[in-house]
Every structure is written in C-alpha cells, then in structure tokens.
C-alpha cells in the first residue's frame, strides 16, 4: 500500500483538508484511487511517524444524487437504480425498496414470491460474502483466496444470470412480488451450488482463517467497543463483531425469514478477527437458509396484481432490510402522488464508515488496510 | 418495550410542548428546534427509554420550511420513535446531536451541505459529500437546478 499513497503537504498549508496538525506531523492522501479502497474513497491521514493521529473520509467521488433522482421517478422505476448502491447487494436494496412501496400501499405478496426473494436474497449475501473475503485476504497480501472466492461467487452469478438477465444489477425484486418466473433449472442449479459450497468451504478456513499470519495481522486490530458501534450507528457484520444484537433478519423478520430456522451470529471480539468470523459463520447460515427452503418454494403466483401505476398514500413509509453490509432503511415521504415527494437511503455503510477514525486512532498505518477490509466498504453505497 | 401510548404519555411529561402526529407505525413528536438537543441528552440517558440508537437522520424540504427527522430506537427495549423539528427555510438552525450520537457528525455534515442547514456547535461542520469549494444552492433543496447534469427527467 506503501507505493500508492502519495505525500502531499504538511498539514496546515491546506485549509480545505481541515487538519490543525502539530509540528512533525505528515498529511497523506489514500486513495481516492487506491487498491485497498476498492472504489473510489478519498482518506486524509494525519500520522505521527506511522502511527494514525487521524482518519478523515473524502466522500462523493461516485456520488450520482440518487436520493434526488428518485424524486422524479415512479415507484416502479426508482427501484432499479437503487442496484447501482450497494452493487454486491443489489437484490437485497431492491427488496428494501419494494418491501417499503408494498407497506404503504398494503399490498399481500404471495407466498411464492416471498420465499423466491428470501432465497434470492440469500444468494446475494453468499456472494456479497465471498467476494469481501477474496478482497479481504488480497488487501493484506495473500492472491490465491480471490480465485478461491470467485470459483463459487461465479457459481452464484451463473443462477443469477439465469433467472434474472444480470449477473451483477439483477433489478429482479418489483413491488408486489418478483419480476418473473424462476428459470427451470434453477433449482438443480441451486443445490448444485450448496453442494460445491459444501465441498469446498474447508478450504476457505485451511487458507485464511486458520493462518497464522493472518491471524496476527487481524487479531486486536480496529477495536470498536460495543458503546461505539452503537453510538455511530454500525450495523450489520461490523456491529455484530462487538457484540451488538442487529440482525434485521430476525428483529423484524420481512419476507419469509420467520419461517427458517437460523441463528444470528454474534462475536465479542470487537476487533477486525471478530468482524472476519462474522462474516465466515454468516456464510454457513445463509447456505443452511437457502437450503430450508430451496425444496419448499411454494406454487402459486410470483407476483401480486396491482395497478400499472402505483400511487402510494400521504404519509410517511420507513422499512429496513439486512443487506450483506448491515441495515438499509428506506423512508419514503408520500404526498400522493406516483413518484416520492422525499427519499432517504438510511445506508449502511455510511454509518459504518463513520467509525473508522475511531478505530484506526493510535495503530498503524499498515492495519488500516485490514480495518477497512473488515468493514466491507462498498463506496456507491456511502456516496450514494 | 414501552407502547406508542406509553410513550407518548412519558414524553408529555419531559416537554409539555411537545405536539403529536396521529397515524404512522411509530411515535411521531413535533419540538421547538430550541429545546432538542436537551431533549435528545435526555432521551438517549434515561434509564426509561435509552434511546442509544439513531438510525436515521434527515431532513425534508416542505418548500414553505424544512423539517428535521430523527429516527430513534433503543437497542435495549426496541421501542422506536421519530422525533420531527420545523425549521424556518431562510436560516435553518438547529442545535447539533452529535455529541448524544456519534453517528450525527456524519449524517449532520450531509443536511448541512444538501439542505443548508446549520448545525450550531457542531465540532466539524464541512462539505462532506460536494466537492470542496461548492457554491450555489443547496442540492436537495426542492428549488435546485442543475442546467448541466440531468437529475430530473
């Protein structure tokens, strides 16, 4: 990482980067393009030697504004962008987007087509998953696990590709239910999947997780208490890994996540090994959900009827889903009409993100690397 | 976890200002932009309701004024409400809550530069999303205009 972080100025020639360093303090820049931040994400450092004093985030490089170009969209068109947030949980942001729209109009999604979304969504985790952990492991220095982590992530776009059209903005979730009917293979296709999965996910562990030197690289690094991740609003894997219940999949159970048996997976580590095994025993749950109900997708209708154009009542419609990075919410205010008067992405990693400076205080440069690894940052998704 | 009704009668009691919206599937308060960030130490420090989670923090633009809405859960009861302030759209100005939530500075930076909002205060209230040295109007501002990228269609 060294070779790509520039050094730029002393800290008090630039206001605009609003850091009143000390004497001996250095300012570098990381990114806005740089490996490790896997997208366009600007961070100032103020580092004393190699020693962090400061993190400070640089946003909206990829920032297409599009809170407001939902204003002026229909409620079945503005879902489609929302892929374009947290593009490796695209299903899971259109189903937030279509869980809200069915709220407000009260629309009885078949039971088909919940459990098809459900598994979707799933899917989406396990592949959001395997490429963090492919990603992860590369940052700090180890390429074969990102084959490894493409060999079944592929596997996953395949079945995606079939029965949606797209391997990566699948746009497959409507308000109502799903888009279409699922592809003839796509059971088979499915438990193929788990069975591969299955066989191979020893090796995920035999690789990383159980390595030693990873392990020292991970281990009491980007310490985020329980009171902290509460406080900045961290959700998903990054909060669980400091103990905090706020799996959104079992506090309030949407689509068919009352009707699988799984478990929400909590560490106390609080450190960056903690938010790793977070993510790695999610893997196995998620597998065990699909295969709940992969066998059991009812008959039925895959989508409710309703009006070629939605018109959602005056008011104000908030619902939040687990996406693979923690808790969306979508809050739509509705004056009426067919498009939303006002909408607010509540995005993950945005508050995630937040908790960085706080975590990377006082370590080194080095494992800043390994922070932002463990925070999965997905930067449309924050820029928005 | 306390009801809506619970709550609302609680809530009375801390600010006899406080005014209600009916409807919703939480809790809706209406208060004086003076007297939140009080409220909010209160809300997130009382035993009763600990009120640690804000979840969502936001602004909307009524063109005649704008209105401040905070989301506010506890991860210990699971009791939810939303508290909304009116601020004048002239010269927006609301005290800062990040000092009760972290999670604020960030959220409050976002209303600051999109809806021109002041957060009085504030520790560090910068652009944090528009490039530096923006000028012009707020973008999320319902009167927003931009001759060059396509935002409306």
New interface residues.
């Given amino acids: 990482m060294y070779r790509n972080t520039e050094i730029v100025y002393e800290s008090s020639q630039n206001p605009s980067i609003g850091g009143a360093g000390e004497a001996g303090d250095l300012v570098i820049n990381v990114g806005p393009q740089h490996p490790a931040t896997h997208g366009v994400l600007h961070l100032v450092l103020t580092l004393n030697g190699e020693t962090i004093k400061k993190v400070e985030p640089h946003l909206g490089y990829i920032h297409r504004s599009i809170e407001k170009m939902c204003e002026s969209l229909t409620y079945r068109q503005f879902i489609y962008v929302t892929s374009r947030m947290d593009y490796l949980s695209a299903h899971i942001n259109n189903q937030a987007c279509a869980l809200c729209v069915e709220k407000g109009m009260q629309i009885e999604v078949p039971e088909r087509a919940k459990v098809i979304r459900t598994i979707m969504a799933e899917l989406t985790r396990i592949a959001s998953h395997e490429l963090w952990w492919g990603a992860m492991a590369m940052d700090i220095g180890a390429f074969t696990p990102f084959f490894h982590a493409f060999r079944e992530r592929e596997a996953i776009n395949d079945i995606m590709e079939e029965t949606c059209g797209a391997r990566l903005t699948m746009n497959y979730m409507v308000p109502g239910g799903v888009m279409m009917e699922l592809h003839p293979d796509f059971q088979r296709k499915v438990k193929d999947f788990i069975k591969q999965f299955r066989d191979k996910v020893h090796e995920y562990d035999e690789l990383v997780t159980g390595n030693i030197i990873f392990r020292n690289r991970m281990k009491d690094v980007g310490i985020l208490s329980k009171e902290d991740a509460v406080s900045f609003g961290c959700t998903g894997p990054t909060a669980r890994g400091s103990g905090v219940s706020c799996d959104i999949r079992k506090l309030y159970p949407y689509d068919a996540y009352d009707k699988v048996q799984f478990e929400e997976v909590l560490e106390t580590g609080c450190d960056s090994l903690a938010r790793y095994m977070v993510r790695i025993r999610e893997l196995h749950q998620s597998i065990s959900i699909v295969e709940q109900l992969i066998d059991n997708i009812p008959e039925g209708d895959f989508q409710a009827k309703t009006k070629a154009v939605l018109k959602l009542p005056k008011g104000e419609f908030y619902t939040s889903v687990e996406t693979a990075r923690g808790e969306l919410g979508v809050y739509i205010v509705s004056e009426g009409g067919t498009t939303p008067y006002r909408i607010k992405f509540r995005s993950p990693g945005f508050s995630n993100l937040s908790a960085l400076d706080t975590m990377a205080r006082g370590s080194k440069l080095g494992d800043l690397v390994a922070m932002m690894g463990t925070l999965d940052l997905v930067i449309p998704d924050i820029d928005r | 976890m306390m009801t809506n009704e619970e709550l609302k009668t609680r809530i009375t009691e801390l600010i006899p200002g406080a005014t209600f919206e009916e409807?919703?599937?939480?809790l809706n308060i209406h208060v004086e932009a003076g007297s939140w960030p009080d409220l909010a130490k209160q809300l997130h420090d009382n035993p009763e309701y600990r009120f640690?989670?804000?979840?969502?923090l936001?602004c909307?633009?009524w063109k005649t004024h704008l209105t401040m809405?905070y989301?506010l859960t506890s991860?210990e009861f699971?009791h939810t409400i939303?508290v909304k302030s009116k601020l004048d759209s002239g010269k927006p100005e609301i005290g800062t809550v990040s000092n009760v939530?972290?999670?604020a500075?960030?959220?409050e930076r976002e209303v600051y530069e999109m809806f021109g909002v002041n957060f009085l205060n504030h520790p560090?209230l910068?652009l944090?999303?528009?490039?530096?040295?923006w000028e012009g109007k707020n973008?999320?501002r319902k009167d927003?205009e931009d001759p060059v990228n396509m935002?409306?269609?």
């Fill in positions: 409807g919703g599937e939480w640690d989670y804000l979840f969502c936001t909307v633009d809405v989301h991860t699971r939303v939530w972290k999670t500075e960030f959220h560090d910068r944090l999303i528009l490039p530096d040295g973008p999320m927003f935002i409306k269609l």
